[in-house]
């Protein structure tokens, strides 16, 4: 057996709660099994590690993990004290999740990503420890370690693009056991408070209601609805958002609502050089104090890495095509099948035949031959860094809507710097036969643009609007 401490994690074990050391047991296996160590294998610096795993660095951090893990095993109880309900959480935490990724080789083995794993799964700890020290049961007490619980602390995770921040966000989101948690992109989060901020002075003006704080009254009803918020490309750029952010938050974390977020600035970047900046300085420190900051350097940008010498135009649209495109789907997705999904926009729907990991599936039909404009495309737009697009056919003035459309598509798009691979009957200049109208005047924009977001350059872009830029802009601002 191991000589080992008797701490983890710089806490001491008496004071571990024992669903803890049973998780950590759950991730022997797995990490085992990643490093493809035999089970009566005891694991110190010098055990043989298979070649197969994903690097040396990536090997030793999970042999580390393992040896960790063990010593604790080691000096545990050894009380079979968790219930059915912890085992399965236990069974389907992020760690569990990630490592079982790498071993199925949907995931590349990063140490950076690896720290933050850790971070989060602390977090997610803490969030189970939360839940049941606040429970009026009778094992409360076994897993609370003071007797007056506190605030749970958040995590801020941001680095450069295509490091893997959502898709770390995403592995906790799903395996959470919060029932009651929400997953969006910042911005329309942000469209949705101003919707219900704005809906309830309207209600107050009719005498409906009276007359309150709408900023805290939404904050009570979002508090109520999710007490856990992840939030994906968490960036501002508003002023209307900035103004209104300090009073939200200090609402929803009064309330216990615990934050996760994903950004390319760290939380002082935030706004920078936007209009009365000042008057936002105060949520950045709120942020700073009700989350824990960590940067996600990676070695690499994977996603863009993904794409690196992979064709993104594809003439023409034929079988072999679509073999191609689901090719670059399982690279994207990491092996994913995805989903069908709805994307709300004000008071309907937009339905995205297939998506998963940030990347989404759609046909030019789906797109163009639909009663879509340009708000639909800017909602997909913000929710998915990739856009796979099939069968764009050579369009003539007799379908010059699907033209008219499809040039707004790719508009969006490009501004937005979403990547796109496609699926063509034509090169981008010979897509649009015609000579008239609005149509044939633009396209030649249109051709242009799709050339350029085929080159290396474009694709290293960061996903969305100049994001560590803020404007002054004051559309859509409500009164605070």
């Not at 759950?26 to 795993?53: E, G, H, Y």
């Not at 960036?235 to 974390?253: E, K, S, Y």
């Not at 729907?349 to 789906?366: E, K, L, T």
Request: proline letters at 3%.
């Amino acid at each position: 057996m191991l000589g080992v401490g008797k701490t983890w994690q710089g806490e001491a074990l008496s004071n571990m709660p024992i669903f803890r050391i049973r998780m950590a047991e759950q991730k022997v296996t797995v990490w085992r099994r990643a490093c493809a160590i035999p089970n009566n294998t005891i694991l110190n610096d010098a055990s043989p590690i298979s070649d197969t795993s994903n690097g040396p660095h990536c090997r030793h951090a999970l042999a580390t993990h393992a040896l960790t893990t063990e010593a604790l095993i080691a000096h545990a109880f050894g009380a079979q004290l968790c219930s059915a309900r912890l085992t399965k959480i236990m069974a389907s935490s992020i760690s569990t999740q990630y490592t079982a990724g790498v071993a199925a080789e949907r995931i590349e083995c990063d140490p950076a990503q690896l720290a933050v794993i850790d971070r989060l799964a602390r977090l997610e700890s803490d969030i189970i420890e939360y839940r049941l020290a606040r429970k009026s049961s009778s094992l409360g007490w076994l897993f609370a370690r003071d007797k007056k619980s506190a605030a749970v602390k958040g995590l801020y995770i941001y680095g450069e693009v295509g490091r893997g921040k959502t898709m770390l966000m995403d592995l906790f989101y799903e395996a959470s056991p919060v029932q009651r948690r929400r997953r969006a992109h910042f911005h329309e989060f942000m469209i949705d408070v101003h919707e219900r901020v704005h809906g309830l002075r309207q209600k107050i003006k009719l005498g409906e209601f009276v007359d309150e704080d709408p900023i805290e009254r939404v904050a009570k009803d979002l508090a109520r609805e999710a007490w856990l918020l992840c939030f994906d490309e968490f960036h501002v750029t508003d002023i209307a958002d900035a103004m209104v952010l300090g009073r939200l938050f200090a609402q929803l974390f009064a309330r216990g609502v615990v934050l996760v977020a994903t950004s390319n600035v760290a939380p002082a970047d935030l706004y920078k050089d936007g209009l009365n900046r000042a008057l936002f300085v105060p949520f950045i420190e709120m942020l700073e104090a009700r989350t824990e900051v960590v940067r996600l350097s990676s070695r690499t940008d994977f996603r863009l890495e993904k794409l690196a010498g992979m064709p993104v135009w594809h003439v023409p649209a034929d079988q072999a095509a679509d073999a191609a495109l689901d090719g670059v789907w399982r690279r994207l997705a990491r092996d994913h099948d995805g989903a069908a999904q709805e994307l709300l926009l004000k008071r309907r729907s937009i339905r995205v035949p297939r998506a998963a990991m940030g990347v989404a599936r759609f046909s030019f039909h789906d797109l163009c031959e639909q009663s879509l404009a340009a708000a639909d495309y800017l909602r997909i737009a913000r929710e998915y860094h990739t856009i796979i697009l099939d069968h764009i056919p050579v369009m003539t003035f007799d379908n010059r809507n699907a033209a008219k459309r499809f040039i707004i598509l790719i508009d969006t798009l490009y501004d937005m710097n979403v990547k796109l691979i496609a699926s063509a009957d034509a090169e981008p200049d010979a897509l649009y036969r015609a000579e008239q109208g609005y149509e044939a005047q633009e396209f030649s924009r249109t051709a242009s643009r799709l050339i350029e977001m085929r080159s290396q350059e474009y694709l290293a872009r960061p996903h969305g609007v100049a994001h560590s830029q803020a404007s002054g802009s004051s559309s859509g601002i409500v009164e605070t």
